[in-house]
């Protein structure tokens, strides 16, 4: 069976633009504009709500990803492609997050 070639994306650069707003540059020399707010609901994430350590995001240069001090990473794939998969990233955010009891 051949192999199915896939792109595979790493994190050039970033800035933030907003609060929980990244502009983010790829290894293929596009941009994305990524919106966290709306991920953030997930139990792994909450942490992140705190803009002060939300604006600690820094590149791992062994994953080439955006790595955060609480470990919450994000896949550059996903970064990459998020716009066409934010509908489906934020139903799967609410399912993270613990119903009261």
């Not at 896949?75 to 066409?84: N, Q, R, Y």
Request: contains cysteine.
């Amino acid at each position: 069976m051949p192999e199915i070639a896939h792109p595979i994306y790493n994190v050039k650069a970033f800035e933030l633009i907003a609060p929980y707003t990244l502009h983010v540059q790829f290894n293929d020399n596009t941009w994305q504009r990524v919106n966290f707010k709306q991920i953030l609901a997930s139990e792994l994430c909450a942490p992140l709500r705190d803009l002060s350590l939300f604006t600690q995001i820094q590149i791992d240069p062994e994953a080439n990803t955006l790595a955060r001090p609480n470990e919450a990473d994000f896949d550059p794939g996903t970064l990459h492609d998020g716009p066409h998969y934010v509908e489906e990233l934020t139903a799967q955010a609410r399912r993270w997050t613990p119903t009261p009891a």
